[in-house]
């Protein structure tokens, strides 16, 4: 009986120590993992516009694709039937013009944005000039890697609403989208800078829904206008290649502030 209960003792302390020696040679690889986690969350450039008066944090995440090259951005609210509520996000070059230190006016940028705010300018574009009022809190950089932007609303008098991200970035011509592809449209071949246009993303969300955190995948549903004359969502992709993957993944996810 002694000797059963001894052999015990030495089996579960030889476990014990394999057990130890095991972990003890893993350490070098768990440390590589955990600092891989560490650079995969750092490597996500944060923008924060939350006000304070939001009832509603809205936050988005974009995974940059194989094509992104500093596209511009704009995030916006509208309700069940397509009218405009308010921007959540806008890249500072569209909000104020100002492209390198100089005002350029890129009205083919993000069109289904500019055309749904539905604000002209003093010059008859929809797309802003210098700075706007209702613009100066939702401002911010354009982001240069994988991003995060953290902002609110306040969701008044809206239940089933949508949220639209376009996005668009310049050159990136293709087969279908040349340099001279419109040759008499002084905007897409004035330029020449304009390259594909831009794509428009979009979640459904009913408000009534949102009672605690609400995580939603962005889908794309079309391209904007290639010298942004109308506001029109053009669902029909083809054409459009390699501006599809200028984003992996589009996320955004919604909850009521915690005020107390």
Known sequence: MKNKVFRNVVFISTGIICLGFLVYLLIPYLNI??????????????????SSNSLYEIDFEL???KSFQYPLFA???????GNYVETLYISKTISTSIFNHKVLRRPESLPCWSHSRN?????????????????DAVTGATPR?????????????IGHFRILFELN??????????KNSYPNDSIYSGSGGVGQPSLIYEVDVDK??????????????GHGHHSGKTGI?????????TALSIADSIKVSIQIVDKL
Do not use: C
């Not at 970035?169 to 040349?178: C, L």
């Not at 009534?208 to 549903?221: A, T």
């Not at 969502?233 to 290649?241: A, R």
């Open 145 to 157: 890697t994988n991003f995060m932007i953290k902002t609110g609303s306040m969701l008044d008098g």
């Open 119 to 135: 604000i002209k300018a003093e010059d008859g574009l929809y797309i802003p000039l210098h700075s706007a009022s209702d613009l």
């Open 208 to 221: 009534n829904n949102l009672k605690e955190r609400r995580n939603f995948n962005m889908k794309i549903i």
């Open 33 to 50: 993992i955990f600092r891989f986690e560490q650079k995969t969350v750092s490597e996500y450039q944060t923008i924060s516009l939350k």
């Open 233 to 241: 969502i053009y669902n029909d992709l083809t054409g459009v290649t």
């Open 63 to 65: 995974k940059k694709g």
């Open 169 to 178: 970035q310049s050159f990136d011509w293709n087969d279908s989208y040349t």
């Open 75 to 81: 995030a916006w609210i509208e309700d069940s039937v």
